[in-house]
């Protein structure tokens, strides 16, 4: 390619990175991964047989339970909130990588005093300490997931971008499911516990081995296809898994199961976040505003609305079929709360390491434009979803895919920690909790993702469409002068109606335009509103002492060109008109 064609592609947004920057942008989800996978994996743990949550052994599954449920209705509120106030604002830093600091420090915080043992078995403390960390969290993975759309329309780029994002997601896995016991163990000098460390070492061969070859194997199969593959693959390995523990087989056995298991849900679960690119895309074509954060911030309440309920599920089974902690003496898992504590602390400050190593390699390019962004509001949340049917459908994928994955992951600890010491009402509740409902769940999967409508054909072609309308957006439009506006206003009644007559419909007869309308931007009101009439372009003055306007000379100028298709999103276009 020439350097004039690739100057040409990026200035209409379809930018090729450089492998440090598709790093830097994929290691954001390391970070993540180190701290609130963590978190997410094994807070219902902890709870139940570490902290040992209201003092309880046999209650604190329930109460941890209802804990997760209660942070996902506050995230229901604070999600929209925040999805608006970033892609309304701008900070200096970035409009959305800023808030991986801003965001990284409390998340960093909030995080490792939950998992701090000198209120046990207080309540009250993990409910403070653990919603404050998903308010964090939000700040951080919402502006996080709009950055991916940011950086490139390229999809092949995006696809690069996701599989890299999921490989280094993945990483993040390894240390939370393979060493974290390990390193725990080290550290409060107990047993180590090789069948757990194996048994998830087999469940993680998949994400570091067959994630990075996403992009090849969806360009074999296609997109859809690659869902229903690996999807059969995890249902697969979870009736593995059932068997071999209702036989009680060899520990080889839930090694291969969970092998199969995971190689299933690492490739359904993990390209499922290169659809959001798409939906976004979609959203713009249709509306003509990118708003990027609050789509971000509607996948993201459903995934850790997924990650909640995937959580929270197996403590209500678990604690109604009769579960009850092993002491610590007993246990063949590790359970120093100091030694918790110190290793998650760890792991916690390295994810807010390489959280700013994402900043510094990070840089947007592809946002909503300035003009677009005084429109941006929470009801755009609620409004975005309703209107935009490939969103919905991601939307339930991640809820659901979500739920699939991590009770699964909640629910191995108690697989793997002396399973046949409990009654066998709570054995078969744990096995129904790491096999038969994520089987259940992935078949569900294959429904939704069925109906997901945007191939790779249709997004080629949306892209294309909406950096066409940009590119008749930014053309130069030339200068006209309205003589007859300080006439025009001179009534100083309200509602006073008047028309830009010859000059503004000399220009939109020139550029073959039909005014959609007409707001005139100025420095200290907002109050006129344009709309197009079958007798002139009409303009309605809201404000009751017009005079004060004389002399203003932005005006913006919505337009629909006569050559699209029926029904297309508007066009913005500027128009300077010096006033006489």
Request: net charge neutral; hydrophobic share 45%; proline share 5%.
């Amino acid at each position: 390619m020439s350097e004039v064609d690739k100057r040409d592609l990026e200035a209409k947004g379809f930018y090729k990175l450089s492998w440090v920057q598709r790093f830097g942008f994929a290691s954001g989800d390391l970070a993540q991964n180190l701290i609130y996978q963590t978190v997410a994996s094994q807070l219902m743990f902890f709870c139940t047989d570490v902290y040992i949550l209201g003092g309880d052994r046999s209650k604190a599954a329930g109460i941890a339970s209802t804990l997760m449920l209660i942070v996902r209705f506050v995230d229901m509120v604070w999600d929209p909130i925040v999805g608006a106030f970033i892609d309304k604002h701008h900070p200096r830093w970035g409009k959305y990588r800023s808030y991986l600091i801003i965001g990284g420090i409390p998340l960093t915080v909030f995080s490792a005093l939950t998992f701090w043992n000198k209120f046990a078995p207080s309540v009250p403390y993990i409910y403070i300490t653990y919603i404050l960390l998903s308010l964090s969290y939000t700040l951080v993975n919402v502006p996080y997931g709009a950055i991916n759309s940011s950086l490139t329309r390229d999809n092949d780029e995006i696809t690069m971008l996701t599989s890299l994002r999921m490989w280094c997601a993945n990483i993040g896995c390894f240390f939370v499911y393979t060493l974290l016991f390990l390193f725990i163990a080290i550290v409060g000098g107990t047993p180590i516990p090789w069948d757990m460390i194996l048994f998830n070492l087999f469940g993680n061969i998949p994400n570091l081995c067959i994630v990075p070859f996403m992009p090849a194997i969806k360009n074999l199969i296609g997109k859809k296809n690659m869902f229903y593959v690996f999807l059969t693959v995890a249902v697969a390995g979870n009736a593995i898994l059932y068997v071999a523990s209702r036989m009680n087989a060899n520990d080889w056995w839930y090694r291969i199961g969970n092998l199969i298991k995971s190689t299933g849900v690492c490739v359904a679960t993990g390209y499922q976040w290169a659809l959001v690119p798409e939906v976004i895309s979609y959203g713009e074509w249709k509306t003509g505003r990118r708003i990027s954060a609050i789509v971000n911030a509607i996948t993201g309440l459903f995934f850790k609305a997924g990650f909640a309920l995937g959580g929270a599920i197996p403590g209500w089974i678990i604690q109604a079929s009769g579960y009850v902690s092993p002491p610590a003496g007993e246990s063949t898992l590790p359970k120093d709360p100091m030694a918790w504590f110190t290793t998650l602390s760890i792991y916690f400050v390295i994810g807010f390491i390489i959280l700013i190593f994402c900043f510094t390699q990070t840089k947007e390019r592809v946002v909503m434009e300035e003009g677009q962004v005084d429109s941006v509001k929470v009801s755009d949340f609620w409004t975005e979803f309703a209107r935009n049917p490939p969103l919905v459908v991601v939307s339930l994928f991640f809820i659901v895919s979500f739920v699939m994955q991590n009770i699964s992951n909640t629910s191995n600890n108690y697989l793997m920690n002396d399973l046949y010491k409990q009654k066998p009402s709570a054995q078969e509740a744990i096995r129904w909790t790491v096999c038969v409902i994520p089987g259940i769940l992935a078949i569900v999967c294959m429904i939704i993702i069925s109906r997901y409508s945007l191939t790779d054909d249709k997004i080629e072609k949306i892209n294309k469409e909406i950096e066409e309308r940009n590119a008749a957006k930014d053309k130069i439009m030339p200068r006209a002068r309205v003589s007859t506006l300080e006439n025009e206003i001179k009534d100083k009644d309200q509602d006073h109606n008047f028309f830009f007559r010859e000059s503004i419909q000399t220009l939109i007869h020139k550029e073959h335009l039909e005014v959609y309308s007409l707001p005139i931007k100025l420095t200290d009101t907002n109050n006129i509103e344009l709309n197009s009439s079958s007798n002139g372009t009409k303009c309605v003055n809201r404000e009751s002492n017009p005079g004060h306007l004389l002399g203003r000379q932005i005006f913006y100028l919505y337009t629909i060109n006569a050559n699209d298709r029926p029904g297309a999103p508007i066009d913005l276009q500027s128009i300077a008109l010096p006033l006489s």
